[in-house]
């Protein structure tokens, strides 16, 4: 006579258990792990991208160029 309470319960626990660790999994390695990935600018890279911008002008960006 059977209970109820044999492995059938725990086993699908376990299944459970399993798939939210695999989802978890991805989503650390695909979510997560880009916003840690970044690759931080450099000053050359801000002075290019404000000079393009317009935010200053050519002699401005000689000048902090020359100093960087």
Known sequence: M????????LGMGLGLLFWIFIFLAFYYVLVEKNKTGKIEATP?????????????????????????
């Open 2 to 9: 059977e209970t109820g309470f044999g492995m059938g319960g």
């Open 44 to 68: 050359a890279d801000i002075l290019k991208h404000r000079y393009a911008a317009g935010e200053i002008t050519r002699e401005e960006y000689l000048e902090i160029q020359r100093e960087i």
